[in-house]
């Protein structure tokens, strides 16, 4: 039996970018990856968002270029912190501190 590949079926690889087309939808990833606590996990996520609104507009809005957004948010990377808060901040996002438990 001769096995299909998923070009040869129609089917496309998964991309997330196309589900992350509103702030609701993004939010919801953002928290469900924070509260998995994994900041590589992290990191990723903020990469899928940013390619997701557009790198050169990310670029433009943070002052930081193109190749220097792609090179923070790869897999392994290690940024600084005020390049992700400048980020996050253009992406329309902010952390919020919550008590883990509530007494």
Do not use: C, W
Not at 18 to 30: C, K, P, S
Not at 37 to 63: C, P
């Amino acid at each position: 039996m001769k096995s299909s590949t998923s070009q040869e079926l129609g089917l496309r690889p998964f991309d997330i970018t196309e589900f992350l087309d509103n702030d609701v939808a993004i939010t919801e990833y953002l928290t469900q990856v924070l509260a998995e606590g994994d900041h590589e996990e992290l990191l990723a996520a903020i990469g899928h968002v940013a390619r997701a609104r557009g790198m050169s507009d990310l670029a433009r809005q943070t002052g930081l270029g193109r190749e220097s957004l792609y090179k923070a948010l790869r897999p392994g990377a290690d940024p600084r912190f005020s390049t992700l808060m400048k980020v996050l901040h253009a992406l329309g996002v902010h952390l919020q501190a919550v008590p883990d438990k509530i007494a």
